[in-house]
């Protein structure tokens, strides 16, 4: 047999003229489209000087702006988290009608326009929708207020933590699981012995990707806040309204604030990637120890 008979075929992109001119073009289409765009935000920010930097961040409308995303992030993503969990531990360890159909639910937000969303929120809760009149009646306002926006950026964040869990929860089994159970603990003494353990840094990553996403959220609020400048204006509504309103600067300086929060969550992201977050395809071997209850006497 020959040698050259042994040889493997050539991959696509092996020699080196190839693989340069990829990595080239790659870096280009990067710099056009993600780096420039970033350096500019930070230029035109600091056109006017720190003075004026400092000037438009600490205005009352772009402060405002700026809790009312925090407290958004802080009702929502804690809900869509505990959504998340229970819809994975759901999927994955137990087999019931409509399974698939509770995937397929989940999968909703990821297939709908948020401006769509939106508009169903205004037919849901307005005040000529389903739920509008007994609503006023009430005296409880939903739309264009804090339970509007939390309700819209819970829709489109909904998916984030239950898809980064599924696949790595259905791939660990449920023999674990069984395991504690048959050795007498409870159930919530499983899943925090058990389960918890062995997908914190994915329910980590999915936490991390769905903060983001609730603060930078635009589409489904916008529709659902009634752009009230100082009282429903979220930081991305707050940077469209200064944009036009002709302030650039302060629209660039509100704007600077949700970059440096994209630049964190790809830190945390890649961190996070590190302890095998992210990865569905890794599966840890290592079990942790399964601490069963004492017998009631």
């Excluded at 405002?64 to 819809?87: E, R």
């Excluded at 169903?120 to 005296?139: H, M, N, R, T, W």
């Excluded at 939390?150 to 674990?176: H, K, N, Y």
């Excluded at 603990?185 to 983001?212: K, M």
Aim: hydrophobic content about 55%.
């Amino acid at each position: 047999m020959s040698a050259s008979t042994g040889k493997k075929p050539p991959r696509v992109g092996e020699t080196p003229a190839v693989r340069r001119t990829l990595i080239t073009l790659v870096l280009a289409v990067g710099a056009i489209l993600v780096l420039a765009p970033l350096i500019v935000i930070f230029v035109q920010a600091l056109s006017l000087g720190l003075s004026a930097f400092a000037a438009a961040i600490g205005h009352p409308d772009t402060l405002h702006a700026i809790l009312l995303t925090v407290v958004t992030a802080l009702i929502a993503v804690p809900i869509n988290t505990a959504f998340g969990v229970a819809a994975a531990w759901a999927v994955t360890k137990f087999d019931f009608p409509g399974r698939r159909l509770l995937i397929v639910i989940i999968e909703i937000p990821f297939s709908i326009s948020p401006i769509v969303a939106g508009v169903a929120y205004l037919f849901v809760y307005g005040l000529q929708g389903l739920f509008g009149p007994a609503l006023q009646s009430a005296d409880i306002k939903i739309l264009f207020a804090l339970p509007g926006i939390v309700l819209a950026s819970m829709f489109v964040t909904a998916p984030f933590v239950a898809r980064e869990l599924i696949p790595l929860m259905q791939a660990q089994g449920r023999d674990l699981e069984e395991a504690a159970t048959s050795l007498g603990a409870s159930g919530w003494r499983t899943f925090w012995s058990v389960t918890l353990p062995n997908v914190r840094w994915a329910l980590l990553y999915g936490v991390v990707l769905c903060n983001a996403r609730v603060m930078g959220e635009f589409g489904a609020v916008s529709v659902v806040s009634g752009n009230i400048r100082g009282q429903t204006n979220t930081l991305p509504l707050h940077i469209e309204l200064l944009y036009h309103d002709y302030q650039t600067a302060g629209a660039f300086a509100a704007a600077s604030i949700l970059t440096v929060l994209a630049v964190v969550t790809i830190i945390a992201k890649v961190a996070l990637e590190r302890r095998g977050a992210g990865r569905r395809s890794r599966v840890s071997l290592a079990a942790p120890t399964i601490i069963a209850e004492e017998p009631k006497p």
